[in-house]
Nanobody, 121 residues
Framework: QVQLVESGGGAVQAGGSLRLSCAAS??????LGWFRQAPGKGREFVAF????????HYTDSVKGRFTISADNAKNTVILEMNNLEPEDTAVYYC????????????????WGQGTQVTVSS
């Protein structure tokens, strides 16, 4: 089982940037993804990255603004978030799956505790 710990959330104004980190122990062979959940809404896929750093995939609303990357030496996955919008406000979760391509939360077997991102207008 992969153990995941997120960090890096916070509060920023619209147009600002944040960097989320996910420390993943035992992640060999797992694809890691980021999901988010806003108040009163379901868990939404944001991005994923394969074990080797490829492939990467993003939901349309974050393309061109968010970048996912992996530092395998540090067992860490990073989500760089730029030009943030109030609609990005949510709890962000790191998750792991054995699948090689999925955006469905049900396919991810391990989850972190989440980190809050708040974007004010």
């Amino acid at each position: 089982q992969v153990q995941l710990v997120e960090s890096g959330g916070g509060a920023v104004q619209a147009g600002g940037s944040l960097r989320l980190s996910c420390a993943a122990s035992g992640r060999s062979g797992y694809m890691l993804g980021w999901f988010r959940q806003a108040p009163g809404k379901g868990r939404e896929f944001v991005a994923f990255i394969g074990w080797s750093g490829f492939p990467t995939h993003y939901t349309d609303s974050v393309k061109g603004r968010f970048t996912i990357s992996a530092d395998n030496a540090k067992n860490t996955v990073i989500l760089e978030m730029n030009n943030l919008e109030p609609e990005d406000t949510a709890v962000y979760y790191c998750a792991a799956t054995r699948s090689s391509w999925t955006t469905r939360a049900v396919d991810f077997s391990s989850w972190g505790q989440g980190t809050q991102v708040t974007v004010s207008s």
